[in-house]
């Protein structure tokens, strides 16, 4: 992303009159262009995780257990003494408030899949499975030829397809091959003497 920028940033420069004030606004122009990308790139794929469908977990006894575990952990990071042992008994209860959250949660789910649109439910929980995976471990972003990242498929795959149509057509300087004599008639057996000439000599121990 550094690189992306700076490119931008020398591409503008380069057009622009060499001002002090129209350099600093040139720049302060290219960062808020750049920022809007990243931010457009960073929503377009924040849109497809779905982040929705863990909220109904985070409830307010959730959040309030969880606080005050952190606040009495930081506490014990301060003074570890036996008084502040607390943290303890803190992480135990937001344990069980998380676990009884999501007993829940999985209990409003399999009723949700006994009704009669569970069907729907399990097809559209298996597409959020596999585009939240796609996110991660299939990442088709690609960079063009001024370097702006290009986030959507059909356009990263037609980048890739002309990267390697280049790559396969072009000719790439390479040092000539050496040529040796051929060898005309049957090879000839090692002699015992070319043997000896080419033989390692023994280390002593």
């Not at 990308?37 to 977990?57: D, E, G, M, P, Y």
């Not at 939240?132 to 990242?149: H, I, K, M, T």
């Not at 040092?175 to 049957?186: D, H, N, Q, S």
Request: proline residues 4%; glycine residues 2%; positive net charge.
């Amino acid at each position: 992303m550094r690189k992306m920028v700076l490119d931008a940033l020398s591409r503008q420069l380069s057009s622009e009159p060499s001002k002090g004030a129209g350099r600093a606004d040139c720049i302060k122009s290219v960062w808020s262009k750049e920022a809007r990308q990243i931010i457009r790139n960073h929503q377009s794929v924040a849109l497809r995780t779905h982040h929705h469908q863990t909220r109904s977990l985070w409830t307010e006894e959730v959040r309030t257990k969880v606080r005050e575990k952190k606040r009495s952990y930081h506490l014990f990071l301060d003074n570890k003494t036996e008084d502040n042992w607390s943290c303890r008994e803190a992480k135990r209860s937001a344990k069980k408030v998380v676990a009884a959250a999501k007993a829940a949660h999985y209990d409003e789910v399999c009723k949700k899949l006994d009704s009669k649109d569970g069907e729907r439910l399990i097809y559209r929980l298996a597409k959020s499975r596999k585009r939240q995976a796609d996110d991660v471990e299939n990442f088709y972003g690609v960079s063009d030829e001024q370097g702006v990242l290009l986030m959507d498929r059909k356009m990263a795959m037609q980048r890739w397809r002309d990267y390697f149509e280049k790559v396969s057509i072009e000719e790439f300087a390479h040092p000539p091959v050496p040529e040796v004599p051929p060898t005309f008639g049957p090879v000839e057996p090692i002699t015992i003497e070319e043997t000896l000439a080419h033989e390692l000599p023994i280390k002593k121990k």
